[in-house]
């Protein structure tokens, strides 16, 4: 690796490295064999990769003359990760998540064709639109030299902007000053050639840079100023389902995948350990007794034979084999002369036992600094540390004090150190990791006073001197929050840094290929711009190194242009994309899985749970041991670190606590929750106690223990979770139930001696854990609908109020009916719709008071009259709500104190406006743009995400105080390093000088005269606060490149920077990017995602309860309410005509869909053949390629409406085709029209165009997997919706805000006529494109440098959006599609999915034709064999259809859903019963009724099972019978034989006698 690295031909070492790797490959294979038998090489993947490097190799040896081909060695970096194990869990997470990676790539390239092909068809060649000067007057040229004109530099306008050199001649666009004509074709694209959508390549290349967010605010400002503004429908579009559902859809995938492989390694490694214990004890048993004689050992034997096999002789012999380990142990302990020495070492140097005088003085010395009064000294020393740290800046006066303050503290921590380690001794001080830690912080402090008094002048102190910031980690003894978020990341370490590897190898990879395929390219100077080579190439290892490290930060698109100006595009294009989707894609969302895994939201706000519940008293108690100087009563615990207790029993929680937390993640309360819950019935199939209400004479199905509210008189239909095979095993339970009825109480002993409480309370607090939230709910509910008039004044009012009479006066009288009134009519919903109308009109009155509408004064006049209609208007409604509601109602509810407070400032404004002495108050009136937040209370479902996020703040904001810190010391770091560095002498152009000519500071001021200036960047390291400005664009990814070049050209204070003169501080922003970005500001990002979808489960009215399931139970849910929301389908009958029936049997056919599904491809390849400046024969071709399509999709219409008649349009998918082809037929009629120069609008023919790309969709129902992955989104819409309203919301207000702030800003770039807060559209535009922190930085520089607001207002108003849209609600964006691409998968392993479900009834409409949800007993059998796996029952079924017990009506009819719910139970198996599963089990056959309401007027007469019995009785009977009739004819054959022997003999004898003389006498 490191060969490779110094990209240099080694050959020898190279052939040496690659014999060694055959070697290795041939032992393994005479070992094991190559490919044929189970455990050989090639049947172990990990072998694959050592196969496929040493293949490279000789490959690479073979050919290599093949460009690129050696750039392949670096794979062999490879082989680490399957040496290392921990490697291979991470890379076995990747592996396992394939198959759906492949579905959300092959949906990514789904998406990408789409948004090419109408890049294509919409944009192509407008970029080349340019502003041309016009010629003068009275000049007459020749076409050729008007064409040389026009393609002249010298002629179009050019600025220091790109962009403003396209313009558009459309409504919207950019349009040219006076004497410049837009017009087209002119000059190569922007971005020199790259950016464009003129072909399918380059518009597939742009559409990637679009979803992935990667300065596609260029190609944004680009096309809307050349197409228009109203183009930014399509990326609205984009940008919110390719940007954050497609790209966060790896995420999910990742996610999942790492958690299931994480789990899988834990029970792998848990049962091996298992299994070694039980080696080991075994190993030892057989040890012990081979040493002992055969006495002894018979001895034992008999007494292991007398104690026999009861529970405490296994315990006896547990207990015995650990008391053998541990002797054993000590044996080896005192056998072994090298731990005798460290014994003796310990004793002499870390336990001070030798003077009794020094023992008393560690005792009172213990005392002190096991004191809570000396850890709040030491902490208070800690934040003031923290604090003279954080207000040091460049050129600060008080740097001196601040010196010496930093003295006085570190010897205060020195004597601490000092003073721990002399009264707990050495050893058990250093085991504290608390102390251990302090112990370093003291040596550096040590160690730099050391180096201060050498005096190096080359060594920088300042590195060493921020490292004292880390102090401000002891805070975690007392903030419960850093310590529990401290402690996971030391539990996660080894994953973090297998993770870290896995990065690193990456990298490398990356790096060498890049630096061997395309890094001696980067030497043509002439390829770039001033002849320069740019900062971020392929140049060297450390220069490739840092260019891959930014690709994986998401910069690709930049580099990726550079790159093809001086190499070639084969090259460049592969190698930039496969290391964004392997370093981004993959290796980074592995790095957030792994948080999210780690760092659950309920982990890390469980302590402050707790917190909020401890009483103010026990503060104060606190408090006054502490001046008392007295210890709390807490016992000493023999360390200095403040041991944090376990969590509280479930008795304490019984008896102190009102309300039980339901999203508890505690290890404790899971367990108990079980072990309630192993308490509860296990419902075989539902309860038991369903059977004991039968009567003998009923009938026990499957459907009747479904209904939870059934008191077994009546049965319901549905299914159960698990079925019995027969009635006798249920009567057998009962018995056993009624004969042993305390076992069920032994059991509920044994939980209360290991619970320590009794069942009664046990039960109880079970019964108000599941059912609290939602009595909760119901109870809010009940007096919602109620709607009580509460009193007027609030209670403390009512009691002291003396003046009883006037309650009973006429007035009274009047005014308690006034209230009435008043109070009806805020509880009418047209108020409602009243106020929502005007809030709604009075929020579109502000987008007119924009910067062009400030001087026209009828609209002004027009404006002032409105705002006096609202301002009455809404203190009219503040004066109903008053009266109505009561002022204790009216301001304690948050939504009716937001109105109260804009009615405030509506009248505030409005006194600045007509007072002159109250002028000041004008500004008031910019308060006025919350007044859209009044419509939040109004809307149900924006109501619910506002709840749900305002919710979850405190958790959120306790974590972000965690981050800060974090930030805090990388700001301190910065200030120290970078601090004053960053300026630089500038000439009157601002081009930053040579060093030839300007060194230091003295000599740029020396030339001031002739334009020189020393000058600062606004964003800089020279204090805190410009540092975490500064850390916020490195994080966001925004202007970090220029702060990362302004930090790599540093040489130091006073002197002028150079470039790459200090190359390694970008170590320095790397660090931060890892552990700033990637981990702290991901942790961040988890945590909203975490908490936002706990809060929004527990916001719907079952969320509650969910929330409480065990996972088992939650898929049971979801299954039930999955199959009570589909209802069958009517199948198209089969036409009765023979013409109509061959069509029929031509559309229904198996080859007629793929064959479509064929025209639709080629028509998309021959879309994608399209191009800008094509001849015009190819455009006639492609034209008559088109009309072909066209007429193919129109007789495939055609055929379907003539097969399926009137049910054509009863399906939607062929409405979608009818619609796509009557605008297709529309679009070339308009297009023939447009050849003849019949006067059609460019525009109308765009949108006829982007008709035909519709067909596209058509393949979403051929794809499985991309089906699968639209589900998420699907079930996302509503919540999504819900986002994006609240998402426009904050837009709107920001706009309203923007404008009046900020309409003033000059035109310089980025400002510009499209890009500005002048009006509301254009405010609107800019701050889409801000909400993905898109170039937010350059826009803040405007406002910085611009007199029209304060630096502190543009600061604010800029980062608090990027906060709140970027990080906080763009993440809930991400949340919701996390959470539902969770539930999409819980359904697979659930077993029933929505495609299952579906393809139940599809089977079902072939049996039941009308859809009347009923089939006969004699079509079941071949009903269930036709359907797919996991619902099928294959032939021969009998006996299962009789296990599934399904009820029958009469005519011996099985309704569907009672199949459907018994095939589920059977899939989804046993689940124990709770109550909350009860209750929603309960509200699902509710709603299943409403959808199926002939289920409530079923009754059941028999079942499958009683006819399977029935069944069996018959041939029972029968076969008696049988043996009946052929007894009976047995025996009258016998009779008729006995009787013929009889008549025989009879007539024998008669002929004896008839003859006497005959010869037989």
């Known amino acids: 690796m490191l060969l490779l690295a110094m990209n240099k031909n080694f050959v020898v070492i190279d052939l040496l490295f690659t014999a060694i790797y055959t070697l290795e490959v041939i032992i393994k294979v005479l070992a094991r064999g190559f490919v044929l038998h189970t455990f050989s090489y090639l049947r172990n993947p990990w072998n694959w990769l050592d196969f496929t490097v040493v293949l490279l190799a000789y490959l690479t040896l073979a050919f290599p003359m093949i460009p690129g081909l050696s750039a392949l060695r670096a794979f062999r970096a490879l082989k680490m990760i399957a040496i290392l194990p921990g490697l291979k869990t991470i890379i076995g997470a990747i592996f396992k998540s394939a198959r759906l990676l492949m579905e959300v790539l092959l949906l990514m390239m789904f998406v990408l064709l789409i948004i090419a092909l109408f890049g294509l068809q919409i944009f192509k060649g407008v970029l080349t639109h340019k502003c041309v000067r016009n010629l003068q007057h009275g000049i007459n040229i020749t076409h050729k030299e008007w064409g040389d004109y026009i393609q002249n530099k010298t002629n179009w306008l050019v600025t ?82 390719g940007a954050h559902y497609i790209v966060n859809l790896v995420l999910a995938v990742v996610a999942a995948s790492y958690e299931k492989e994480a789990k899988r390694k834990q029970e792998a490694k848990e049962e091996e350990e298992r299994i070694l214990e039980l080696r080991r004890q075994k190993e030892l048993l057989h040890r012990k007794s081979s040493n002992e004689n055969p006495k002894e050992q018979f001895r034992k034997r008999g007494q292991k034979l007398v104690r026999g096999f009861s529970v405490d002789s296994s315990m006896s012999q547990g207990t015995y084999i650990s008391q053998f380990d541990e002797e054993e142990k000590t044996g080896k302990q005192k056998s072994s002369k090298c731990n005798l020495l460290k014994r003796r070492l310990r004793k002499m140097f870390c336990s001070w036992t030798c003077c009794p005088e020094f023992l008393k003085l560690q005792e009172y010395l213990l005392m002190v600094v096991s004191h809570p009064l000396f850890e709040g000294v030491i902490t208070i020393c800690i934040l003031i540390n923290t604090l003279l740290l954080s207000i040091d800046y460049h050129q600060a006066p008080y740097t001196h004090s601040l010196e010496s303050g930093n003295t006085v503290l570190s010897i205060i921590f020195i004597i601490e150190a000092i003073l721990k380690v002399t009264a707990l001794n050495p050893l058990p001080y250093v085991r504290n990791g608390w102390n251990a830690f302090d112990f370093i912080i003291v040596l550096l402090t040590c160690f730099e006073w050391i180096l201060s008094t050498i005096n190096i002048p080359t060594l920088k102190l300042s590195m060493i001197r921020s490292l004292r910031m880390l102090r401000v980690f002891k805070l975690a003894k007392n903030w419960k929050t850093l310590n529990t978020l401290i402690n996971i990341i030391f539990k996660s370490l080894k994953e973090m840094g297998n993770l870290t590897l896995i990065v690193i190898i990456v990298i490398y990879i990356f790096t060498v290929i890049g630096m061997q395929l395309v890094g001696h390219d980067y030497e043509n100077k002439e390829a770039f711009a001033g002849n320069k080579i740019p ?76 917190e909020k519940a401890k009483p103010y008293k026990d503060y104060v108690k606190n408090f006054l041991h502490l001046l008392s100087c007295r210890k709390a009563n807490k016992p000493f615990l023999g360390k200095i670190q403040p041991v944090e207790k376990n969590n509280a029993s479930q008795s304490d929680g019984a008896h102190h606590s009102k309300e039980i937390p339901l999203a508890n993640c505690n290890v404790e309360h899971n367990m108990n929750i079980q072990k309630d819950t192993t308490l509860s019935s296990v419902v075989e199939p539902r309860a038991l106690e369903t059977f004991s209400t039968l009567s003998k004479n009923e009938v026990p199905t499957i459907s009747a223990l479904c209904n939870p509210t059934t008191e077994g008189r009546k049965y319901e239909n549905g299914s159960a979770v698990l079925m019995l095979e027969t009635l006798e095993e249920v009567q057998q339970d009962m018995e056993i139930e009624q004969m042993h009825p305390s076992v069920k109480m032994n059991n509920q002993d044994k939980a209360k001696q290991m619970n320590n409480m009794s069942i009664c309370e046990d039960n109880k607090v079970s019964d108000e854990k599941y059912s609290c939230s939602m009595d909760e709910a119901e109870d809010k509910e009940r007096t919602a609908n109620k709607k009580i008039m509460q009193p007027c004044l609030p209670a403390f009012c009512n009691e002291r109020c003396t003046c009883n009479l006037l309650r009973t006066t006429f007035l009274a009288e009047i005014f308690l009916s006034v209230r009435t009134i008043m109070f009806k009519v ?143 010391i990388f700001g301190i770091v910065g200030v120290q390093i970078f601090g004053g560095t960053f300026y630089e002498c500038v000439d009157e152009n601002k081009v930053r000088l040579p060093l030839s000519i300007v060194n230091n500071r003295s000599e740029c001021e020396a030339n001031e005269d002739i334009g020189y200036r020393w000058v600062n960047p606004k964003i800089n390291f020279d204090n805190v606060l410009s540092a975490y400005m500064a850390l916020l664009q490195v994080a966001t990814f925004e202007g970090w490149l220029e702060i990362m070049a302004n930090a790599a050209d540093s040489r130091g204070i006073d002197l002028q920077p150079e470039m790459s003169a200090n190359p390694y501080s970008l170590f320095y922003f790397v660090a931060f990017i890892v552990i700033g970005t990637f981990f702290t500001l991901n942790l961040f990002i988890g945590i909203i995602i975490d908490n936002f979808n ?165 393949l979403v129902r051929s794809l499985k997997g991309i089906r699968k992955l639209l589900f998420t989104l699907v079930i996302s819409i509503p919540a999504l919706f819900n986002i994006g309203l609240l998402l426009g919301l904050i837009m709107f207000i920001y706009s309203i805000l923007g404008m009046s702030l900020f309409r003033d800003l000059p035109r310089e770039s980025p400002i510009n006529d499209i890009v500005n807060f002048e009006t509301f559209g254009n405010s609107m535009m800019l701050l889409f494109r801000l909400t993905t922190a898109a170039a937010w930085n350059e826009i803040l520089h405007v406002m910085i440098n611009s007199p029209v607001q304060r630096q502190f207002v543009s600061i604010t108003y800029m980062t608090s959006y990027i906060v709140v849209a970027n990080i906080v609600i763009i993440n809930m964006y991400v949340a919701v599609i996390l959470e539902n691409f969770h539930e999409a998968q819980e359904q697979e392993l659930a077993g029933v999915t929505d495609e ?122 029968q076969k008696a019978y049988r043996k009946w009739r052929v007894r009976q004819y047995h025996k009258t054959f016998k009779m008729k034989l006995d009787r013929s022997h009889s008549s025989m003999r009879k007539s024998v004898r008669n002929l004896q006698s008839s003859r006497p003389n005959s010869p037989l006498t």
């Open 1094 to 1258: 706990t809060m929004h489960k527990r916001s719907r009215k079952e969320g509650a309860l969910v929330t409480v399931l065990t996972e088992d139970q939650r898929r049971f849910y979801g299954t039930l309410k999955r199959l009570s929301k589909t209802k069958p389908v009517k199948k198209i009958p089969t036409p009765k005509n023979k013409i109509l029936y061959n069509f029929y049997k031509l559309v229904n056919n198996k080859w007629f869909e793929p064959f479509t599904i064929g025209l639709i491809t080629l028509n998309v390849l021959v879309m994608a053949c399209d191009h800008y400046g094509q001849s015009k024969m190819f455009a006639l071709i492609l034209n008559r390629f088109n009309v072909i399509f066209a007429a193919l999709f129109t007789v495939e219409a055609i055929l379907k409406l003539l097969g399926q008649r009137q049910y054509y349009f009863t399906q939607a998918w062929n409405i979608f085709d009818f619609l796509v082809v009557v605008l297709s037929l529309v679009g070339i009629i308009l297009d023939s029209s447009a050849a003849k120069k019949q006067g059609v609008s460019p525009t109308i023919l765009r949108v006829f165009r982007i008709v035909r790309l519709a067909r596209l969709l058509r």
């Open 160 to 241: 220091e902007d790109v962009d403003i050199m396209v313009c558009g001649n459309g409504t919207g666009t950019g349009r040219c000053p006076r004497n410049f004509t837009c017009m087209a074709g002119i000059g190569i694209n922007p971005n020199n050639g790259y950016t464009n959508f003129d072909n399918i390549g380059w518009a597939l290349i742009t559409a990637f840079q679009l979803i992935t967010l990667d300065f596609w605010e260029n190609t944004y400002n680009l096309v809307l100023r050349a197409s228009g503004a109203y183009y930014i429908i399509f990326f609205i579009v984009v940008v919110m389902f």
């Open 1396 to 1517: 299952d479900v579906d393809m139940f009834y599809e089977v079902w409409s072939n049996y039941d034709v009308k859809a009347t949800q009923f089939i006969t007993y004699d079509q079941l059998s071949d009903f269930l064999n036709e359907l797919k796996n996991p619902l099928r029952i294959p032939k021969p079924n009998v006996v299962k259809l009789a296990a599934l017990n399904l009820p029958l009506i009469d005519g011996n009819k099985l309704h569907c859903l009672d199949v459907l719910e018994a095939l589920s139970a059977v899939i989804v198996g046993k689940v124990t019963q709770s109550d909350p599963l009860k209750k929603l089990s309960g509200d699902i056959f509710k709603m299943s009724t409403k959808i199926f309401p002939i289920r409530s007027t079923m009754e059941t007469t028999t079942t499958t099972l009683m006819i399977r019995k029935e069944f069996k009785a018959a041939l029972k009977i």
């Open 535 to 610: 900062r971020w190439n392929f140049r060297g290892f450390y220069n490739s190194f840092i260019m891959v490290f930014r690709i994986l930060c998401g910069e690709w698109i930049e580099p990726l242009y550079d790159c093809m100006r001086c190499s070639k595009m084969y090259f460049c294009l592969p190698l930039f994309l496969l290391t964004y989707i392997a370093g981004n894609f993959l290796v980074l969302n592995l790095f957030l899985a792994l948080l999210l895994n780690f760092f659950s939201g309920d982990t890390l706000t469980a302590n402050t749970k707790e």
């Open 826 to 968: 805020v509880n009418n919903r047209v108020f409602d719709g009243s106020v929502l109308f005007v809030i709604l009109l009075s929020t579109m009155t502000l987008t007119l008071d924009d910067k062009y509408l400030q001087n026209d004064a009828k609209v002004q006049l027009a404006l002032k009259y409105l705002d006096y209609f609202y301002a009455f208007f809404f203190n009219f409604e503040m004066i109903v709500k008053v009266l109505g509601l009561g002022l204790t109602d009216y301001f304690t509810n948050v939504w009716t104190l937001l109105d109260f407070f804009l009615v405030v400032i509506g009248w505030l404004s409005m006194l600045g406006s007509s007072i002159q002495a109250f002028k000041s108050l004008r500004s008031l009136r910019t308060l006025r743009a919350l007044r859209p937040l009044r419509a939040i209370s109004r809307w149900e479902g924006m109501r619910l995400v506002v709840n749900a996020l305002v919710a979850s703040i405190p958790s959120i904001s306790n974590v972000m105080f965690v981050c800060l810190i974090f930030w805090l």
